[in-house]
């Protein structure tokens, strides 16, 4: 009898008794790449399936091994995928979408020659990078190599139910109606596009939907429980500091950090992700007003809207944490001191740590995560109070979609747009929306119920100090 080796005797006992691993199982590969292995019966062999735009490419192993049919698979899969791709010629999607890209990225005023924003708002380089984002991310991985001429009504059907299934992989909820806008938005510069290199009949248009969930409006957070959020990191501190943790461990920089970047955040209504990542110490000035009250500015470089300047509001400028000397970044413009240009802490970004790193946003994330959720009361600056705090949520809101509107480091920004409301019923809105880099649109849509309650109180009491019957 002919003697056998291992893999032909793995086959045989295959045969009788069925794969040596899982039925059908998911794996990623070291580049990122996910595969699913899967036994046939018909085959007495284990298949592989990849998913590329939403398309399965599936083909057969030919090992009865799962270990060998999964090296078997991760070296097709390269082969696979070029064999799959046709070749990119200038009439295809993704090559005019990517000649648009390059425009757009080299020359972002490209844009404003094309269409103006809403209500004539010139476009700018965040707009920009949006698109280029939408474009990298949904419309190349689908439409790829596809003549633009060739996408038609059902073929943008298909792209808007496989982006509407990853999107929810992805990020577990359906896309917001301004997320789908700008998308659509991006999808129809590309056909402009077409359209000026004379690949598609003038007028030609595509029509991507637009009709996502409507725009949740922020919950902001009330001044007490600004001041709720700092006393909890100040008390973590004091922890970690009971525990041996020296000043420059990582965990305690990063509270500084959340601290900061709290404080600031509603300070100037600055947006706590990349607008107040860009901020370094040298981005702090003062300026003196006609009045002769110093001001304090920071100066914003990477804004939504290009960059900007923003007064800080003294008020809060006690509760920002100076990481060289333990919160003392606590006092009024008359009496701060800020890095003068020969300190090297002066270009210093304010959320560099000791290492030379700067302090993530997905980390600042989960550690303000774990400081809104409910904590004992131990912890809380109420200590005769035994309920847990929970502020996740607004308790003040005044419906149920507010109420279930889970509250963010982004919170804060609409903490300060409130405030400012709140303190001066004559804030000009242009003012306001100049000072956090928005639109007056977005400023009435977001706080129209705060200028309205604003302007209710002002309306109840008659200028005489006397009040009218109203039945």
């Known amino acids: 009898m002919p003697r056998q080796n291992a893999d032909t005797?793995?086959?045989v006992r295959t045969q009788s008794g069925g794969p040596d691993g899982p039925?059908?199982?998911?794996?990623?590969?070291?580049?990122?790449?996910?595969?699913?292995?899967?036994?046939?019966?018909?085959s007495r062999c284990y298949w592989a399936e990849i998913r590329e735009a939403g398309k399965k490419d599936r083909w057969s192993t030919k090992q009865s091994r799962y270990g060998s049919a999964l090296l078997s698979a991760a070296s097709a899969i390269p082969e696979r995928k070029k064999s799959r791709t046709p070749e990119v010629t200038s009439d295809s999607f993704e090559a005019i979408a990517r000649k648009f890209i390059e425009l757009i990225r080299t020359n972002p005023s490209h844009l404003s020659r094309r269409s103006a924003g809403p209500n004539g708002v010139k476009r700018t380089k965040q707009t920009a990078n949006d698109y280029i984002l939408a474009l990298e991310k949904w419309f190349i991985p689908f439409?790829?190599?596809?003549?633009?001429?060739?996408?038609?009504?059902?073929?943008?059907?298909e792209f808007e139910s496989w982006k509407l299934s990853e999107f929810k992989n992805i990020y577990g909820r359906e896309p917001s109606r301004s997320v789908l806008s700008n998308h659509a938005a991006a999808g129809a510069l590309v056909w402009r596009q077409a359209e000026e290199d004379e690949l598609i009949p003038w007028g030609t248009s595509a029509k991507f939907n637009k009709d996502g969930k409507p725009t949740r409006r922020g919950q902001p957070f009330s001044i007490f429980e600004v001041d709720e959020l700092l006393h909890r990191i100040r008390r973590l501190d004091a922890l970690y500091t009971s525990q041996g943790l020296h000043q420059h461990d990582p965990s305690r920089e990063i509270l500084f950090h959340l601290n900061n970047l709290i404080a600031l955040t509603a300070a100037t209504g600055m947006r706590p992700g990349s607008e107040a990542r860009s901020v370094r110490w040298s981005s702090f000035f003062l300026s003196k007003a006609d009045n002769g009250e110093r001001i304090l500015f920071v100066k914003i470089a990477k804004g939504k809207r290009g960059s900007r300047r923003a007064a800080v509001d003294g008020s809060f400028?006690?509760?920002?944490?100076d990481p060289r000397k333990r919160f003392l970044f606590r006092l009024y413009p008359e009496q701060l001191r800020l890095p003068t240009p020969g300190e090297a802490l002066y270009e210093a970004p304010i959320f560099e740590r000791s290492n030379?790193?700067?302090?993530?946003?997905?980390?600042?994330?989960?550690?303000?995560?774990?400081?809104?959720?409910?904590?004992?009361?131990?912890?809380?600056?109420?200590?005769?109070?035994?309920?847990k705090l929970?502020?996740?949520?607004?308790?003040?809101?005044?419906?149920?979609?507010?109420?279930?509107t889970p509250r963010t480091l982004y919170s804060l920004r609409h903490t300060y747009a409130c405030e400012q409301i709140n303190k001066d019923e004559s804030t000009d809105i242009d003012h306001l929306a100049k000072q956090m880099g928005t639109s007056r649109e977005m400023i009435?849509?977001?706080?129209?119920?705060?200028?309205?309650?604003?302007?209710?109180?002002?309306?109840?009491?008659?200028?005489?100090?006397?009040?009218?019957?109203?039945?």
């Open 9 to 11: 005797l793995s086959s």
């Open 23 to 42: 039925k059908s199982q998911v794996e990623k590969l070291p580049n990122g790449q996910q595969v699913r292995i899967y036994w046939r019966d018909e």
């Open 143 to 157: 439409f790829k190599s596809t003549p633009i001429i060739q996408i038609g009504a059902r073929m943008i059907r």
């Open 317 to 321: 400028l006690w509760r920002c944490a």
């Open 356 to 387: 030379g790193k700067i302090t993530r946003q997905d980390v600042l994330d989960k550690v303000f995560a774990k400081i809104i959720n409910p904590i004992p009361y131990s912890l809380g600056r109420i200590a005769s109070d035994p309920e």
């Open 390 to 404: 929970d502020l996740r949520f607004n308790a003040d809101a005044d419906n149920e979609e507010e109420l279930a």
């Open 444 to 471: 009435e849509f977001h706080y129209a119920k705060v200028y309205d309650l604003k302007r209710g109180h002002k309306l109840a009491s008659s200028p005489d100090g006397n009040e009218e019957e109203m039945f």
